[in-house]
């Protein structure tokens, strides 16, 4: 099962991508993949978890099954979309220099 962000939704098909976290391109989907969340409820940036399909008479094409809302903290970022590091309070900041005076 991969883990990923929703980065398209159009919403007149019923359709979007997801870009998974750990694999290249993006993976497709439709509406009717998703489980126990309604098309109508999901907006670009929400973290997913989800199994790759392919598709029929296709070689590199992917479509995403079982397309679940997860949380975010499986993907490292925060519920808006942040990176965890930028928020946490010992995360790695630099120096400041004479340009930023």
């Not at 519920?79 to 220099?97: D, M, Q, V, Y």
Request: charged residues 35%.
């Amino acid at each position: 099962m991969g883990v990923g962000v929703i980065a398209k939704l159009v919403s007149e098909k019923g359709i979007g991508f997801i870009k998974p976290c750990d694999e290249g391109g993006d993976v497709f989907f439709h509406y009717s993949a998703l489980e126990g969340t309604p098309f109508e409820q999901l907006t670009e940036g929400q973290a997913v978890s989800f199994e790759i399909d392919r598709l029929a008479g296709t070689r590199n094409r992917r479509r995403a099954a079982k397309v679940e809302l997860c949380d975010p903290r499986l993907l490292g970022r925060t519920s808006e979309g942040e990176p965890l590091a930028a928020r946490h309070p010992k995360a790695r900041r630099r120096k400041p220099t004479w340009r930023d005076k």
